[in-house]
């Protein structure tokens, strides 16, 4: 499936005028990337119908949306790296990163027109909702930068829509095209929600334990930016007084280095054993998902998404 979308995206013409509102994006999208969100349009897609092409103009626009929102994130958090390569407003500059992001955003939706009329009707309005929460869900993010406190609960409502919605819409998405029933893509789309919740955690930990050969992007990044993570948000519950002093300390530093301050971060979360209450939510997550892909009534095999969500929350290879 992941050929599929990437013969589809390459096929479109992105050499067009201005260049400097269309060459930004084909940089983009040729960076490549797992595309996992359009394989998940396509996955839901193929538990109730074979034909796959009437499917790959929505993934299309889902993979467009999601690196539209991906643009925007780098700008606003400064990053230097994606995927291994300079960052839009790195090799550009910001004003290109923010009007190509915009054009994308445009662009996933002219992709969503190719949708048969009927489809449309109801995904639309599911896509708009969506495209609503992972903004919403980013402002989350942004805000509980300069949160002293944060618990667990707001924690994971900020991941749910910065993260989870999107993978869930993909999935309800393929499956309405399919012409699943509402109560097959209502557990879908549950499923899409548990392991975009898992999938986020793994992130928020990869940021800190990955390899950044692997990441693609520099590790620590979270740390330097203060961001409530799981592991940031558990780490300052603890009732440890002295490290949980120290670690605010360091965070608010500016005479340390950045190298020693992801260092000096890394080795509390170490103390206080945060790894192992990150891997835990992550297996939870990964239970309600399955246990929701259960109650997914399909005449085709489910266990790609399995095999697929064991891939993203590091079960499986």
Request: proline share 3%; aromatic share 8%.
């Amino acid at each position: 499936m992941q050929n599929i979308i990437q013969n589809y995206l390459s096929n479109i013409n992105w050499s067009i005028e201005p260049k400097q509102l269309y060459e930004p994006i084909g940089y983009t999208l040729e960076a490549g990337g797992k595309r996992i969100r359009p394989q998940l349009v396509l996955m839901g897609f193929a538990l109730f119908d074979t034909d796959i092409e009437k499917a790959v103009s929505a993934a299309a626009a889902i993979e467009i949306f999601h690196n539209f929102t991906l643009l925007h994130d780098d700008v606003m958090d400064n990053a230097e790296m994606r995927r291994n390569r300079p960052t839009v407003h790195k090799k550009w500059n910001e004003n290109t990163a923010i009007l190509s992001g915009d054009a994308m955003l445009i662009k996933a939706y002219q992709f969503l027109e190719k949708i048969e009329p009927d489809k449309l009707l109801k995904i639309l309005p599911l896509f708009s909702e969506t495209a609503l929460q992972v903004c919403e869900g980013q402002q989350y993010d942004m805000n509980f930068e300069q949160c002293e406190k944060l618990s667990e609960e707001e924690y994971f409502k900020m991941i749910r829509l910065k993260t989870a919605v999107l993978l869930a819409a993909s999935l309800k998405i393929g499956a309405i095209i399919g012409n699943a029933s509402d109560e097959a893509a209502h557990w879908l789309y549950e499923f899409g929600i548990a392991i975009g919740i898992a999938f986020q955690l793994r992130d928020d930990y990869l940021d800190v334990y990955g390899d950044p050969k692997v990441f693609g992007k520099k590790i620590g990044g979270d740390i330097l930016c203060k961001k409530k993570t799981f592991l940031l948000v558990n780490a300052l519950k603890t009732d440890n007084l002295w490290l949980k002093a120290e670690l605010k300390e360091i965070l608010n530093s500016t005479a340390l280095e950045d190298s020693e301050k992801i260092k000096r971060v890394t080795e509390i979360y170490n103390a206080l054993e945060i790894p192992k209450l990150c891997e835990a939510a992550i297996n939870d997550s990964m239970e309600t998902a399955l246990n929701c892909l259960q109650k997914v009534n399909s005449p085709y095999s489910k266990q790609p998404l399995t095999d697929l969500a064991e891939m993203l929350t590091g079960r499986k290879e």
